[in-house]
């Protein structure tokens, strides 16, 4: 499975479980660009897919992972089934296999209220993220 896919998927997860704004892959002022992220409950839902074990560990190397001070309140890595082991996710963070149906490994089960979220959110650079969306927006109304 691409990439592309993996995301287009996170993307349909973080819908599923009543994610009221999702962005993708959205480069923007905050430095983070996560695959898919989304928002319910006024609580931010972040989700990586990993297409290689390789990709996964180089990624638990960037700053704002080491420091725990990153976008998401809940955080979830998404792969193939056994591409990531449970045993291998860092404390707080959620697994979650594709697949028919797409499976929460490691995490909160169920799409309803998960408690409080293992992680502060950065808000300054989630506040980045979406004031970037939404000037896109504003550039593609006012333009007509």
Avoid: Q
């Avoid at 009221?20 to 480069?27: D, L």
């Amino acid at each position: 499975m691409s990439h592309n896919e993996l995301v287009l998927r996170a993307k349909r997860w973080l819908k599923a479980i009543g994610c009221r704004v999702v962005i993708s892959e959205m480069a923007s002022e905050a430095g983070e660009t996560p695959d898919a992220i989304g928002w319910r409950y006024g609580e931010s839902i972040l989700v990586e897919c990993k297409t290689s074990r390789k990709d996964f560990f180089f990624d638990m190397k960037k700053v704002w992972r080491r420091n725990g001070y990153g976008m998401g309140g809940w955080r979830f890595y998404m792969c193939e089934p056994d591409l990531i082991m449970p045993e291998d996710v860092p404390v707080g963070w959620g697994l979650i296999y594709t697949g028919r149906p797409i499976k929460i490994v490691v995490g909160p089960k169920g799409n309803c209220s998960w408690g409080r979220p293992p992680f502060k959110s950065n808000l300054r650079r989630e506040n980045l993220l979406l004031i970037s969306a939404l000037s896109r927006i504003n550039k593609k109304n006012n333009a007509s």
